[in-house]
Every structure is written in structure tokens, then in C-alpha cells.
């Protein structure tokens, strides 16, 4: 079964929700699905986990594994990778990244990955979200959103994809706040990028991912998702 990194065109985009709605969904279809984070980062929360962001992963996928490999690196201020360690005084060993998922990789039969802010969100000097996606060997779902500058954003992350060899699988656009029409802005990224938009997110209120998770089956072909 095919494994996805799911980055975002920004931070705040849904991408959390995206890789939580999806997993919820392959697990109602009896599928062994793992997920990982990474990298998080931002105020330490009185949960489970480090990272809110993981409890939600882990909540969704009902997943068991140990804290260590869903999440090696936590950092408790808000910033990317690169400057908080820095900050913190923390060194960042990329191949822990890299073991753990291997490790993730052997107890799930298909994993979700989720990024931290976008592509170009440093990780070391010199090394990007771009160059673990492409390290990982993934192929990437890019969430984008329907608001004024998307265009631009979307376009942008499409291009770095495209000079790191990185498969983009396909977009979603997350309507989450008011913008385009989400029909014509679908339309638009198929001719300017010749990617697919694989599902348009609803805002959805109260926010739940039983139900995004509903909307996903019904919206996104998932057998071809998993599909090697
Ligand atoms: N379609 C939606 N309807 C309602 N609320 C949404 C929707 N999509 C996202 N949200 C809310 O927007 C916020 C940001 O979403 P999310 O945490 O998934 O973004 P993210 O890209 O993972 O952010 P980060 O960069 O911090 O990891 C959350 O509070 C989430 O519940
Ligand atoms: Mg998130």
C-alpha cells in the first residue's frame, strides 16, 4: 500500500484534520494505518502527548505506538524546527527521523505523515520539509485552502515539488474560510498545474472528525489511494 507525507500550502491550513479525517476513514475500511509527525512544535498542552497535533493523529487512527517514534522531535515554542532547536539548544539528527519511520513502516501496513508548516519550512540550514518528504521517499498531498493568495501559495509549493522530484498525489482544498469558489479554484490549479484536486473540505461547525472523516469517503476515491 502506497504512504503519503501531507503538507500544507501554510501553517494553520488543516492538515491535521486531513491526515486525522483520513486515517479515521482507512480505518473504518479494516486498514492497518500508522501515522507520524515528525517535527511539532508550540506551547506544551496538559495531554497525552507533547503535541496536540499527535493526540489528535493517535486519537483518529487508534494507533498504540510509542511517543518516540510518532513524534521524535517536540519543540515547546512556536517556530519551525531550524530556529526553535537553535533557540533550545537542541541538536537535530534528521536519520533518527528517518529510522523511526522505517520502524512505523514495518508495524503499519500503509502510513500518514504530516509536516509542519510548509515545504520550504527549515528543518537544519539547508534542509527543508521538501528534502524529508523526498528522503522518506513519499509522494505528497498538498491541503491548500480557498482564500484570496492561495493561487500563489499553492502554486509555489507545486513548483518546489516539482524541482525536488517530489510526486504530489493531488490537492485538497480545504473551504475552511470564506474565498474563491472552490469549483473554479479546483478548475484553475488542474489547468496551472496539471495536478489533481482529489476533494473540496467543507467548513464544518462544530468541527469533527467523525464527520470530515464521512465527507472524506464520500469525496475522495480512497481505494485508489492506497492502491500501490
Ligand atoms: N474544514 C474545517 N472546518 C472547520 N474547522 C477547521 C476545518 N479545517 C481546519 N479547521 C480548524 O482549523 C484549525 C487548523 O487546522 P489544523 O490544525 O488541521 O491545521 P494544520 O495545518 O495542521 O496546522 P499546523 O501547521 O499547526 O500543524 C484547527 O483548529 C481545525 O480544527
Ligand atoms: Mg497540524
Known amino acids: 500500500m502506497k504512504s503519503y507525507f501531507i503538507t500544507g500550502t501554510d501553517t494553520d491550513i488543516g492538515k491535521t484534520c486531513v491526515v486525522a479525517g483520513l486515517a479515521r476513514s482507512l480505518k473504518q475500511n479494516q486498514i492497518n494505518v500508522g501515522v507520524m509527525?515528525?517535527?511539532a512544535s508550540g506551547s506544551k498542552k496538559n495531554?497525552?502527548?507533547?503535541?496536540?497535533?499527535?493526540?489528535?493523529?493517535?486519537?483518529?487512527a487508534q494507533v498504540n505506538d510509542p511517543e518516540e517514534l510518532l513524534n521524535p522531535y517536540f519543540f515547546s515554542i512556536p517556530a519551525s524546527?531550524?530556529?526553535?532547536?537553535?533557540?533550545?539548544?537542541?541538536?537535530?539528527?534528521?536519520?533518527?527521523?528517518?529510522e523511526r519511520f522505517k520502524k512505523l513502516q514495518h508495524l503499519h501496513d500503509m502510513m500518514l505523515v504530516e509536516g509542519i508548516g510548509g515545504v520550504l519550512t527549515p528543518i537544519l540550514a539547508n534542509y527543508y520539509v521538501i528534502d524529508l518528504i523526498k528522503d522518506m521517499n513519499l509522494e505528497t498531498i498538498i491541503v491548500t485552502?480557498?482564500?484570496?493568495?492561495?493561487?500563489?501559495?499553492?502554486?509555489m509549493t507545486c513548483k518546489m515539488c516539482e524541482k525536488y522530484n517530489v510526486t504530489v498525489?493531488?490537492?485538497?482544498?480545504?473551504?475552511?474560510?470564506?474565498?474563491?469558489?472552490?469549483?473554479?479554484?479546483?478548475?484553475?490549479f488542474e489547468d496551472l498545474t496539471g495536478i489533481s484536486v482529489l476533494g473540496i473540505i467543507p467548513h464544518i461547525?462544530?468541527?469533527?472528525?467523525?464527520?470530515?472523516?464521512?465527507?472524506?469517503s464520500k469525496k475522495i476515491d480512497l481505494k485508489s489511494l492506497i492502491r500501490f
Open 37 to 39: 509527525k515528525p517535527y
Open 47 to 60: 495531554t497525552k502527548f507533547r503535541s496536540t497535533d499527535v493526540e489528535i493523529l493517535v486519537d483518529a
Open 81 to 98: 524546527p531550524f530556529s526553535a532547536a537553535k533557540k533550545l539548544g537542541v541538536h537535530i539528527d534528521n536519520n533518527i527521523v528517518l
Open 145 to 155: 485552502s480557498s482564500k484570496i493568495g492561495t493561487v500563489n501559495h499553492t502554486l
Open 169 to 188: 498525489r493531488g490537492l485538497i482544498i480545504n473551504d475552511h474560510e470564506p474565498g474563491y469558489n472552490t469549483s473554479d479554484l479546483k478548475q484553475d
Open 205 to 216: 461547525d462544530p468541527f469533527n472528525i467523525e464527520i470530515l472523516s464521512q465527507i472524506l
